[in-house]
């Protein structure tokens, strides 16, 4: 076995995951040290870029074909590192000010991220659980991070409880899918691969835990509560990192596992998944007050968005779920990112949208940062976020499945009625008292701007899907 040649392969997890060893030591050392929120920020960079490295390369495995590095993965694993290396940019400057700057929210952000990492690549059933665990298990510890507040507990409860329990219908699936193939491969699942009652079953029960990590409906139950409770920059990390994770692995299991079957048809499962969660998630969020819940019931819509892609079923199909995960991390961490800034401010209170009310002109390069995120989750021309939904859409209309792709523009127009709410309150009303605020800091403002360039950019030269990426996935 090429021990060193399998380390280089999961480099970018491995880096990760020594920066977050570091960084618990440095804190038994040292409590609060400064130098933490550097380490990290350099450690994602440095795992950035070699990720980055690996786009070009034809898929190949590692440590005995329990990893995937390459192609796909390389994709998910930009998307993922992308995604954590704003969110700890945002991080810093927020947790100070609400005065949970702890030295172990980095590490844990590290350690999910090498489970994100390893999940995003994982060929065997056996790496995808501990990749799956790994990264669960430290966003509950995050997601309960303001535990001396009521909701903070609640919350971070709920999310573990039915983590756990999700956790065991994937488990189950797998151990069903082993006795009835006889592997735990992906791969070697997707070979043996029949219409047995054992096999169906396991797959799924298999599909039911990831459907619960995406927030699909009818798994979504925990989604708003815990959104809601996180310290807002970590939760733009939960809904955009992890979800990017257990989309590119839903991705290899789809491709490689659960082939077609005379009888079997799992497109036909995920399209119905897909048309209750994109109407729910934007029915739901019509009626949402409170900001952090509305955008948590518009993940949720996403999600379906996205699984409308995989309904597809063909390399055009996970081509354009891989660029949407893209579009979505982008502009959710940017409005997840304003949304915080607004929120740190003394005397606002995000329990209702009104008290956005005229804010737009005291900050204008916050408000027109928020429009633009907005407009682009709407999926309005020229942002990534209408190029991401016209790949997934278009996916399906060539996959012939023309009213799944109705479902979706449907619920999509639904969707601008809410978005566009926030901005009428931003705006377009006089505010009801006079609240002063603060500058951002200079990392935060640039991260912000940075993901706005990015969602202009992207919106007007989607070079992505179109070209080495369709490559990439043509092999499936």
Known sequence: MD??????????????????????????????????FWITALSVLAASFFAIQDLGMPMKEAFSGMLVYGGTAAFGNVIILVGTLFCVFLSSDYLERIEHNYSEVYAMMLFATSGMLCLAGANDLISLFLGLETMSICLYVLAGLIKNEKEGAEGALKYFLLGAFSTGFLLYGAALLYGATGTTSILGIGAAASSDLLFVAGAA????GFLFKISAVPFHMWTPDVYQATPTTLTAYMATASKAATFMAMILVLSRALPAVEGLDWQVVLSIVAIITMIFGNIIALVQDNIKRMLAYSSIAHAGYALVGLSAGTPEGYSSVAFYLFAYTIMNVGAFGVVAYYERNKGLDFSDVTNLAGLGFQKPLMGVMMSLFLFSLAGIPPFVGFVGKYYVFAAA?????????????????????????????LYFREAYKEIELFDPALLYKGALIILAVLTVYYGIEPVLPTTGLMDILSSF
């Not at 995951?17 to 409590?31: F, P």
């Not at 029960?205 to 039911?208: D, G, K, R």
């Open 3 to 36: 021990y060193l040649g399998d380390l280089q392969a999961f480099l970018p997890g491995v880096i990760t995951a020594a920066a977050g060893l570091l960084v618990i030591t440095i804190e038994a050392l040292k409590s609060g040290h400064k130098s933490v």
């Open 205 to 208: 029960l298999l599909l039911i």
């Open 397 to 425: 209309i060539n996959a012939n499945m023309i009213p799944l792709a109705i479902a979706g523009v449907l619920a999509s127009a639904a969707s601008v009625y809410y978005y566009l709410r926030v901005m009428v309150y």
